[in-house]
């Protein structure tokens, strides 16, 4: 459950915020000094409700769109797959469908794109939009590549397009909470953080099959190399091939790693060292992506990060119970010298209770605030301010996960030069930060 203002009104909320403090895993007095910050407004006049284009209609896609729904009119739809253009334009009542994005995104009335396609059209899709004067909800993770990022960054100030990550977890105030704490001390000095993520599958060897009569396999394909149409490598399974994605490490790793980076005061920059070691082995003709890893990061900072894939029982992690110290949960755990703390999307738990419960004091330095994702991309939308997951935010976030599959690419240490952007003194890890693009598509191409 996400604490959502709009729900309840400042009233009912102050009555209820024991109760509710209890059902969301918060301390009192963070709920009751969040009451404070204003609910995002859904439009009362149909005239204040931007024109919004979902590009990708997929799972992920579809769910962003139904929230957008809530503050815009959806009133066109793209994919490559007609099957899934048709559905989704009858479910969102949009009343035009496309194939191409590019001429979608020039249907009149569009003023915002949700970009739900795999990763690898992220940034080409976005860099689109922005470059046609649209402002972009974006799925996670930002990008593809180190490159696609810094790329789509100096887009968005070049052309002042609002962009929001869908990192979500920014805007869940117990990843808040927890990485306010952080940053003002509460656990010492920071010494360790680790990001649980789930691992991947290990499938394979999958078959080349007909490509399908409502799919444009080469359009989906895009910048990636020309292959046959093998389904695994397609819808929602794309995640676990190198080709399109980076496994749970990106997948999850932009949710989890983007808190490390928040908690850590990072989110704009990056770490310094990088190594990486894979657990698993892929099958020949299945999955790429690495199903059980370990990947250790250092900051400039002296703090530590691991990033390791663990079995899980669900992808919230499963209910917390009785978190033992040593539990290995999906979720972010932050340690230093005085205590730890443990977040996830259900709980946020410390070693002593009073590290949450104990109210920050007034000079304390408090973090951006958004209870609503979406919500809080269109009061951005309105007043031109920075989204809470910003480009530069989400590539910073999502370059951490990239270094990590290079790392575990190349098996060995790598340096990491943060305000670079590059690898120090090593060719063949920067050869990793940018891939070829296959034509027609590149960053001027679309
Ligand atoms: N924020 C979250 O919690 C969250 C959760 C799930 C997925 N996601 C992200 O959402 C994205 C989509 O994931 P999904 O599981 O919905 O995948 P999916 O495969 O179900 O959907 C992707 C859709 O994009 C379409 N597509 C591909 N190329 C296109 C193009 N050039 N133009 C238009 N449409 C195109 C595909 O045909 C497909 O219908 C991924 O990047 C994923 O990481 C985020």
């Known amino acids: 459950m996400t604490f959502h203002g709009s729900q309840l009104n400042r009233r009912d909320l102050l009555k209820s915020s024991a109760a509710l403090a209890g059902a969301l895993c918060l301390p009192k007095w963070f709920v009751e000094e969040s009451l ?9 006049s149909p005239n204040d409700r931007p024109g919004v284009l979902l590009v990708g209609c997929g799972g992920m896609g579809s769910y962003d769109a139904s929230v957008a729904a809530k503050f815009g009119n959806v009133i066109a739809v793209c994919d490559v797959d007609a099957n899934r253009v048709s559905e989704k334009a009858e479910k969102l009542k949009a009343e035009a469908k496309y194939s191409d994005f590019r001429k979608a995104i020039a249907h009149k009335g569009v003023d915002i794109v949700v970009n739900g396609t795999p990763d690898h059209w992220h940034t080409l899709v976005n860099i689109h939009a922005m470059r046609a004067g649209k402002d972009v909800y974006s799925e996670k993770p ?11 960054v100096a887009v968005a100030r070049e052309t002042k397009r609002i962009l929001q990550t869908g990192s979500q977890q920014r805007s869940d ?137 663990i079995p899980t ?19 972010v755990r932050f340690e230093g010298t005085e205590g730890w703390i443990f977040v996830n999307r259900e709980k946020i738990v410390a070693s002593q209770p009073e590290l949450i419960e104990k109210e920050l004091p007034a000079s304390a330095e408090r973090l951006y605030v958004s209870d609503h994702h979406m919500g ?57 930060v940018s891939r070829p693009m296959r034509n027609p598509w590149g960053y001027d191409a679309v």
């Open 173 to 309: 105030g117990r990843f808040r909470l927890a990485c306010e704490l952080v940053r003002n001390g509460r656990l010492g000095k920071l010494q360790k953080i680790t990001t649980y993520l789930p691992q991947g599958p290990a499938g394979g060897p999958f078959e080349t099959r007909p490509v399908p009569a409502e799919l444009d396999w080469n359009f989906w394909l895009g910048q990636t190399p020309q292959l046959d149409y093998i389904p695994e490598r397609c819808h929602v399974t794309f995640r676990f091939w190198l080709e399109y994605s980076g496994g749970t490490l990106t997948d999850w790793g932009a949710h989890h790693n983007d808190i490390a980076q928040w908690g850590n005061g990072t989110e704009r920059s990056g770490p310094a060292t990088i190594e990486g070691k894979v657990f698993s082995s892929s099958i020949p003709g299945g999955y790429t992506t690495p199903a059980q890893y370990e990947v250790e990061y250092t900051y400039a900072n002296g703090a530590r990060q691991i990033c390791k894939s």
């Open 376 to 432: 809080n991309f269109f009061d951005c939308v309105k007043s031109r301010k920075p989204a809470i997951c910003e480009p530069e935010i989400g590539h910073r976030s999502v370059s951490v996960c990239h270094l990590g599959v290079i790392a575990l690419r190349l098996g060995r240490k790598l340096t990491w030069d943060p305000a670079k952007e590059e690898f120090v003194n090593d060719a063949e890890a920067n050869g990793y």
């Open 36 to 44: 404070v910050h204003a609910a995002p407004e859904e439009p009362k």
């Open 313 to 331: 029982e669900s992808f919230s992690g499963g209910p917390l119970g009785e978190l033992k110290p040593d539990a290995e949960r999906n979720g």
């Open 142 to 152: 930002l990008t593809l590549t180190i490159d696609e990022g810094k790329k789509l």
